[in-house]
């Protein structure tokens, strides 16, 4: 009977079957143990000389690290080994023997490691991290999903910028330039208008020339959109998301988070409500420790880590100075220098996770601001019909999924959250 390792438990004492990979395994004399693989955990495997036939001995003597392999055994209950069961093997079948493994049990440098990306993933860590990602991703599409919003996706080629034309990945179409989507936003706000609560999920992309740690030139997004949702609104919703996702991945992913060393308690102190704070505020604590820090000028990663320390839950920033925001930002009605806008700022020098806002739904006011950003106005033609045929208030807000789990892993690099990172310089494996 052909099993998962995740399963093992319920087939103590039954005779089973595991299809996986040699990941390690250790020798005392008679008795070899095998630590098998399969994609869903990892199982001690013993092979006794007294037990079993003298060939699958001697294989197991000369298996190789990653090597391939069928093996049949008794599972009974061992509290020492991990998982707490272990399998007595009785047939062991090699499908391919490894030779010259690259990556061997013992550190190894990123730099050894991301050429290996293909090979490293299989990693135990590296598991962890995937099998912590598919939590989130799939705690992100039940929150919006049991409320009501429709995932309806948006285009990746787009005639036009949504973060400004600096950070665009230029594509030949048909002997037309078009982008790789930086964001599915505008696309969102025409399905909002259609099915008044929506969200997209998918991949985005940046040319921005940045070496940090948090940045990826490719990378995923959530982005929902909800008509005549008004700022606290949007807050709210993004509020109630984050405590969402960290409850499901403390609930189901707290195997993975113990692999990966991961202090729970930080994650389990995570609760409503989040402090909320204005741009002015937030700059008055960047001066406490960065004096040259100037009023209008946005947050880079070591103004946010700054904000950060002040809190032990993420933090909302709202009311951005309008110069530093998009140009489809709204005003503030009170105030037209500041934008209604917020950004999630998260915990432990993770810096901005969601960054959202209300869109301006006035015709005349978002043309104006289109001509002000020096941007075509060819290309948003249809976004400006928008306003004309039954605008509505409504905002929304986007995850950035690749900081969200390095955030909940404490990865200290985004390369290290997706399976094969782009980033400035790397585009191989």
């Not at 087939?11 to 869903?40: A, C, P, Q």
């Not at 609930?251 to 308690?265: A, G, P, S, V, Y």
């Not at 880079?300 to 709202?318: C, L």
């Not at 045929?389 to 955030?407: K, N, S, V, Y």
Request: net charge neutral; glycine share 6%.
């Amino acid at each position: 009977m052909h099993i998962a390792i995740e399963n093992i438990a319920h087939y103590e004492g039954k005779e089973v079957t595991i299809k996986g990979w040699l990941y390690n395994k250790r020798s005392s004399g008679k008795v070899h143990f095998l630590l098998i693989r399969d994609g869903t955990g990892i199982i001690q495997s013993v092979v006794s000389r007294d037990e079993i036939d003298d060939k699958i001995f001697e294989i197991a003597d000369t298996i190789t690290q990653e090597s391939s392999l069928i093996i049949t055994g008794l599972v009974r209950k061992d509290t020492r080994a991990a998982g707490g069961h272990e399998l007595v093997i009785k047939t062991l079948q090699v499908i391919q023997m490894t030779q010259d493994y690259p990556i061997t049990p013992k550190e190894h440098s990123i730099e050894f490691l991301l050429p290996l990306r293909h090979l490293w993933l299989r990693s135990k860590k590296q598991v962890a991290i995937m099998r912590i990602r598919h939590e989130i991703i799939k705690a992100c599409r039940d929150f919006f999903d049991d409320r009501g919003f429709i995932n309806a996706d948006t285009p990746i080629l787009t005639p036009a910028s949504v973060e400004g034309t600096t950070t665009l990945f230029p594509v030949d179409y048909y002997g037309d330039t078009v982008y790789l989507t930086q964001s599915g936003q505008l696309y969102n706000e025409a399905t909002a208008a259609a099915l008044a609560k929506v969200y997209c999920f998918g991949p985005t992309f940046r040319a921005e020339k940045s070496k940090t740690r948090r940045h990826l030139t490719e990378f995923w997004m959530l982005e929902p959109e909800v008509a005549y949702l008004e700022l606290d609104g949007i807050i709210d919703l993004a509020e109630d998301m984050t405590v969402y996702i960290i409850e499901q991945v403390l609930k189901r992913k707290k195997e993975e988070l113990k692999i990966l060393e991961r202090d729970i308690t930080k994650l389990e102190g995570i609760k409503k409500p989040f402090p909320r704070i204005t741009y002015k505020k937030a700059v008055e604590i960047v001066r406490k420790k960065n004096r040259a820090f100037k009023h209008g000028d946005d947050f880079g990663a070591p103004h946010e880590t700054i904000i950060s320390e002040s809190f032990d839950k993420p933090v909302f920033v709202h009311h951005y100075p309008a110069h530093i925001k998009a140009f489809y930002m709204k005003r503030d009605p009170k105030d037209d220098s500041l934008s209604l806008s917020v950004d999630m700022i998260g915990p432990e020098g993770y810096g901005e996770l969601i960054g959202g806002g209300q869109r301006e739904d006035d015709y005349d006011t978002l043309l104006k601001r289109i001509k002000e950003h020096n941007l075509a106005e060819e290309p948003y033609k249809w976004y400006l019909d928008l306003r004309k045929f039954g605008t509505f208030p409504h905002g929304g807000f986007g995850l950035g999924l690749e900081r969200t789990i390095a955030w909940i892993c404490k990865i200290s690099h985004v390369r290290e959250t997706i399976s094969f990172p782009r980033t400035l310089g790397r585009i191989y494996p």
